[in-house]
């Protein structure tokens, strides 16, 4: 996989919304340069020229053109594996948004038919590089917040699935596919050990042909359960992020790190003062007094979204291996199957 050339050339295929955000990102990347890209959208090939981008005629040619490295595919999810399968049977290494495929079959047959080209196939799992994630992850991994027992993910909007491919069934839309893709990714990346159980409802409220949002229930092996859930129609949000540990409990709010953590201090001090509701007293719920727990800031962790690029270069050189692996991507793929047969069946799913 290694190569001499100190700039690799790079075609996007399919330059929509997430097309033209990855040639904003790669313009501020010196290691890469995009030399061109095709669109089945007139209007999408006269943008590519507006914005100094030679336009392909066909995918045939981005195929056939001897200075392309890399083929970045971000086209709607159900033309994925044959742009991916093409693109290393033509040598060129590949670049996928995601979900990367519909099912995971596509998926190992674009997995295989990498490893008999020899080059490079990765998908864009930029999620993982989210300071949210990364700031949750960093609670997780010092254990903060002593021994964790709850996590919940959430993605939470008001304006239904957008008018496109994504609220087209045929097209692999959906949010389990859409959004769901992005959190189970980050909560298999962040936790250690096997899931056991899936149980998952998925909602309608907006559109009947894909699911419009979610609630996921995952038990994993070490006693951890975790709830992902992603809604369409919430004109309130609850917290991006919500973390339950033996010893305190952390909060994100929102994608702007608005945010805390509540550790206790002195478990010895466990009386509590009673509190009167409108039907009598309540001990058990009654707070904390405050000389048993501090309230601290959130130990926000900063990161650079080039980093994905970064890898993908330094892989193809031989410097580094890539960071988003296939057994990460199948073992999500079968998450996200597990979560389908889990909605239809209405029942709890063996997993792993």
Known sequence: ????????????????????????????????????????????????KDHGIIPYDSFEA????????IILCATPNDVHKDIVVRALQAGKHVVCEKPVAITSADLQEMIDTAKQSGKLFTVHQN???????????????????????????????????????R???????????????H????????????????????????????????????????GIHVLIEVGTSNFISLPRWYMLGRDGTAVIHDWSLNGEMVRIT??????????????????????????????????????????FYNNVVATIKGNATSVVTHDQLMRVMKLMEAIFESHEKQQAIDFE
């Not at 949750?136 to 917040?145: A, D, H, M, R, T």
């Not at 096997?194 to 409802?201: E, S």
């Open 266 to 307: 002195d478990w010895s001090k466990n009386d509590a003062v009673p509190i009167r509701t409108a039907a009598g007293l309540t001990k058990t719920m009654a707070p904390r007094t405050k000389e048993t727990i501090k309230t601290q800031p959130l130990p926000i962790v900063r990161e650079d979204v080039k980093g």
């Open 167 to 181: 609220n087209e069934k045929e097209h692999g839309g959906g949010m389990v596919l859409d959004w769901g893709v």
């Open 183 to 222: 959190l189970f990714d980050q909560i298999l990346m962040m936790l250690p050990g096997q899931i056991k159980k899936v149980y998952a409802t998925l909602s309608h409220v907006t559109n009947e042909l894909v699911d419009d949002g979610f609630d996921v229930e995952l038990t994993f092996d070490n």
């Open 1 to 48: 996989m290694n190569t001499e050339k100190q700039q690799l050339n790079l075609a996007i295929v399919g330059l929509g919304g997430m097309g033209n955000w990855h040639r904003e990102t790669i313009a501020k990347n010196d290691k890469l340069t995009v030399c061109g890209s095709f669109d089945i959208n007139p209007k999408r090939q006269q943008f590519a």
């Open 127 to 165: 999620r993982r590089w989210d300071e949210d994630y990364l700031t949750i992850k960093n609670i997780f991994n010092q254990k903060l917040l002593g021994d964790i027992f709850r996590i919940e993910s959430r993605v939470h909007g008001s304006r239904g699935i957008p008018g496109d491919w």
């Open 62 to 69: 981005v195929l056939a053109d001897p200075k392309v490295d």
